[in-house]
């Protein structure tokens, strides 16, 4: 499928906030996901948006959706080493059920 | 949550064997799974969807001869690599969707394939 862009690393301090950027594809896609990747291991869906709605918040995690723009992003706030992981933003595949087109992911580094 | 488990978690096999994946999800019956591969610093790329009780449905550029997808009961989707080959050797994850949350997929640990 066409791409879902991300920016590909970014590094910040523990105890700041990170914002996490994604661009996706399809306007019509119904829901717009946030999954967490440690290495070696599997997925793990962190949030999920609706695609009419433009904000949700979940503990330190804020999700903005920008429809117009096909704008996607993820806020963690008080940013833990733990949170060092890739994130993969993805997108509802259009025909394909609930498959999912995802981005490259970011790799985000959490430093002392 | 919802558990979705993969089996085995890493292989390494001789070119020209077959491999076969497992991909349960535990907690719930699943009547769709997906099958997704994953190269090193790479994005997940969708293989093929499968449904209980009917033929996968394979995404273009895909193979189906070389990648068998059997799903034969509500928790149980399976993926056999035929004649593997190391162009094969890659990370393969499997997701499942509940019934009542379709929107919400839950994704298996991954198996890491190694052909040599």
């Known amino acids: 499928g066409e791409d879902v862009e991300q920016s590909l690393f970014l590094s910040v301090r523990e105890g700041d906030s990170s914002v996490i950027n994604c661009t996706y594809t399809d306007s019509s896609s119904t829901y717009l996901y946030w999954y967490k990747q440690e290495p070696g291991a599997g997925l793990q869906l962190l949030t999920y948006?609706?695609?009419?709605?433009d904000m949700k918040q979940d503990q330190r995690l804020t999700v903005l959706l920008n429809k117009k723009d096909k704008h996607l992003s993820l806020r963690i706030a008080d940013t833990q080493t733990g949170d060092s992981a890739i994130y993969f933003c993805a997108e509802t595949m259009r025909n394909s059920g609930y498959a999912l087109n995802f981005g490259k992911g970011t790799s985000l580094l959490v430093t002392p | 949550g919802a558990v979705v488990s993969q089996h085995p978690s890493r292989v390494i096999c001789k070119s020209g064997t077959s491999v076969k994946i497992e991909c349960r999800s535990l907690?719930?019956?699943?009547?769709?799974m997906f099958w997704y591969r994953q190269f090193p610093k790479q994005s997940l790329m969708l293989m093929a969807t499968?449904?209980?009780?009917?033929?996968?449905?394979?995404e273009q550029g895909v193979e189906k001869d070389k990648f068998l997808i059997n799903h034969a009961s509500l928790t149980l989707s399976t993926l056999t690599v035929t004649s593997a080959h190391p162009e094969d050797s890659s990370f393969y994850i499997c997701?499942?969707?509940?019934?009542?949350?379709?929107?919400?997929?839950?994704f298996g640990p991954g198996t890491r394939l190694l052909v040599l």
């Open positions: 948006i609706f695609s009419n709605m």
């Open positions: 907690d719930f019956q699943a009547t769709t």
């Open positions: 997701s499942a969707i509940p019934p009542r949350n379709r929107e919400t997929q839950y």
């Open positions: 499968s449904n209980e009780g009917s033929k996968a449905t394979y």
